[in-house]
């Protein structure tokens, strides 16, 4: 009697259609309202971004999670930024494709001659002493492709002092990525943070799968409880926050930078960085890197001579 084949169950994906500038904060409405960590796209030709939840039960969409949607679409645009189409998308979606899909569009990224980023299904081997970080999508996705997160794993990269003792702060560690990338380059201690449980859950379960969690310190943290003052301090920092938190949590995140350290903050519309900048220089910081890419704009500081 021949065996039947079992046929995987399809994945439903709800999507923002939506602009580069509004890419953070769709992700951040869509893992509001379903609960888990949203995965995104950018077409580099029309620049036109897809922020993407999964849901295994049809039931998960239902009306009051699209009129959610609608509402928090009308937020972002309030709030003065370009939402594009701002188009709600719901497609049923086998999870053949699903996968061949991301597939497609992961490749490996090859952020300096220290460090390599790519998916488990990728064959590409590391130049010599390049470490590697593996990332796969899954149902959620941080895989470094954002402006804002290659420029804090170029800094991770390029302060690492060979053989030197440093320690690393992840602030908003999302997918985990650039705390699993300190700790391949040989930071230690490592603590990492981020407000959200779900986005913890997996960073730990990427850390986990690189084989380095035990040198990483994870934990759901809310930056804007945390004491102003603390006795632990970093050599390096870094802050892929928004702007607003960037400049309200200034006075915590700067007691936290050993003397000598670097500091680097990303996440920063290119428009809203000369208000950071200014804050943090006022505080005693100098600009030392920075990169403009799209609409975003981050930077590294250090402590003024």
Known sequence: MARSRLVPKPLWQIS????????????????????????????????????????PKQSEWNPARHA???????????????????????????????????????KPISISSRLLVKPGWSKRRPDKDQAV??????????????????????????????????????????????????????YRPIRAI????????????????????PGIRFSQTDLTKLPLRSRDQYDLICANLISDLLLAEKRCILHRLRPGGTLVLAGILKKEFLQVQKAYETAGMKLVASLVQGEWRSGAFKHAA
């Open 16 to 55: 923002l259609v939506t602009s580069l500038e509004a890419e953070d904060a769709a992700v951040e409405l869509l893992a509001r309202v379903f609960n888990r960590p949203a995965g995104v796209y950018t077409n580099e030709k029309t620049k036109v971004t897809v922020a993407s939840v999964y849901c």
């Open 68 to 106: 959610a949607l609608r509402q928090g679409l009308a937020v972002i645009k309030s709030g003065g930024l370009s939402i594009g189409a701002g188009k709600i998308v719901v497609r049923r979606l086998p999870r053949e494709d699903w996968s061949e899909s991301w597939k497609r569009h992961f």
């Open 133 to 186: 970080v593996v990332l796969d999508p899954g149902l959620s996705f941080g895989t470094g492709n954002h402006p804002t997160t290659l420029f804090c794993l170029r800094q991770v990269a390029g302060c690492r002092v060979d053989g030197g003792s440093q320690s690393f702060w992840d602030v908003g560690t999302g997918s985990g990525i650039l705390a699993i990338a300190a700790a391949k380059l040989g």
């Open 194 to 213: 981020d407000f959200d449980p779900q986005a913890v859950r997996v960073a730990r379960e990427n850390a986990r799968l690189n084989r380095v969690l």
